[in-house]
């Protein structure tokens, strides 16, 4: 959400440029901005004239008891008080439907000076690369085909249970799912997050907080009761400081979560249909920092450095990629994308995306911090990242780690997780 007390200073010029940054053409830029001032003006003439209404009303009650022990007839005075009543209950009305709130919770956060300008993916900038590609002696094969050939990943079994873009794993496979979320959990802690056990099913105000609605509710699922499952634990963890006024001397907060995660994928249809790469349900440990303004930026090196520390001890070449405007996230602004060489795929596909949103999400939330001495509140900033995915980087591992006949090699990071087992084969 935006402070619409700045955008009323200058007029709106510094979100029409950030508007166009993230690559909205100028005419609708302007027209968003002059949508917004207009929404803006109407809803103050509003409150004035609610509070000019209902000091008037007083005075008009007052004239209504006056007559009333006179004697005198009060039902002009009594019919002219209705009609107080009624205008002030239409200007409430108003005041609540909120037009300049909704139209304000529809735009994107504006990116930070240092991201790059750009379209897509293909103008992200590399900003470091860790490790080499394996050099393996015979052609690599994808995941599925090796998962399936182990009879350690069922794409049939879960399509008669579920439809498309689900798995069920079995054996190794569905053990080695549990051991990476431990493993990922234990880092960490130790890197100082509190692991949390958040609930998987939200409110409205909970996926409206981290800026998932009203915009993007097509990507996710919902109860008949009116729930939201989860499309990340980015959500209940950053909730959790909502309508919050925090100590400034407890911040920052760094939380970590071990949950399933759900998603629509409208918006990827005809997008990574075979495999794991994109399903509707899937595994993910999560990293959430609240933090003081002045810290967020080193918090997000911090949060990247966490996710890469993680890849790093199970010895998987990847990248760190900054978004261009184009390419990132509604409430970011700022990502880097942490993205692994996939062997099967030739290719370096997404694992971890860490995220610095600023007061962003903060303002939607009303998630704030005060000073010991300090006489005003100030928004926190809210960070997120994966660390890690769990399907991802199995599917990392099954790729960079498969042997010439289709047994996997399990990292020496996970054995321990794993009953000392070093080779995963055919069941």
Request: net charge neutral.
């Amino acid at each position: 959400m935006h402070d619409i007390k700045e955008i009323r200073v200058d007029k709106g010029n510094s979100l029409k440029a950030g508007l166009i940054r993230r690559g909205m053409k100028e005419d609708d830029a302007n027209t968003q901005i002059e949508n917004i001032l207009k929404l803006d003006e109407l809803k103050r003439n509003n409150q004035t004239a609610v509070q000019t209404l209902l000091q008037y009303r007083n005075v008009v009650a007052k004239k209504i008891g006056q007559a009333k022990a006179a004697g005198e007839d009060a039902s002009e005075l009594m019919k002219e008080a209705e009609e107080i009543k009624q205008k002030i209950a239409t200007g409430e009305t108003l005041l609540e439907q909120g037009a300049l709130e909704i139209l304000l919770s529809t735009i994107p956060n504006i990116p930070a000076d240092d991201v790059p300008q750009g379209k897509d993916e293909h103008d992200n900038k590399q900003m470091r690369i860790h490790g080499e590609k394996p050099k393996l002696a015979f052609t690599p094969k994808l995941h599925d085909d090796l998962g399936t050939a182990l009879g350690l990943m069922d794409f049939d079994g879960a399509a008669k249970l579920s439809g498309a873009r689900f798995v069920v794993l079995k054996g190794a496979l569905a053990r080695m799912e549990r051991a990476l979320a431990s493993l990922f959990l234990d880092m960490n802690v130790q890197a100082g997050y509190t692991e949390v056990s958040p609930p998987y099913m939200v409110k409205d105000n909970a996926v409206y907080g981290t800026g998932q609605l009203p915009k993007f509710g097509d990507d996710l699922f919902k109860t008949t009761n009116g729930f939201w499952l989860i499309p990340t634990a980015e959500v209940p963890l950053t909730n959790l400081v909502a309508d919050s006024i925090l100590d400034e001397e407890k911040l920052p907060i760094r939380m970590t979560a071990y949950t399933p995660c759900f998603r629509s994928e409208a918006g990827a249809a005809g997008k990574d249909t075979r495999g794991m790469i994109r399903q509707h349900q899937f595994s993910k440990v999560e990293l959430v920092s609240i933090v003081h303004p002045e810290k967020s930026k080193e918090e997000h090196e911090r949060m990247t450095g966490q996710a890469e520390a993680i890849l790093q001890k199970l010895g998987l070449h990847y990248r760190v990629m900054l978004l261009c405007t184009g390419d990132m996230g509604f409430s970011a602004e700022k990502t880097y994308d942490i993205e692994v060489w996939m062997p099967g795929q030739n290719a370096y596909r997404e694992i971890s995306s860490c995220s610095n949103c600023g007061a962003f999400q903060a303002r939607r939330m009303k998630a704030r911090f005060k000073g010991k001495n300090a006489k005003e509140t100030q928004f926190v900033h809210t960070l997120n990242g994966s660390g890690l995915p769990i399907g991802r980087t199995m599917v990392a591992i099954i790729e960079n780690y498969q042997n010439a006949d289709g047994s996997i090699t399990v990292p020496e990071a996970l054995r321990s997780y794993m009953g000392g087992l070093t080779v995963i084969g055919e069941s």
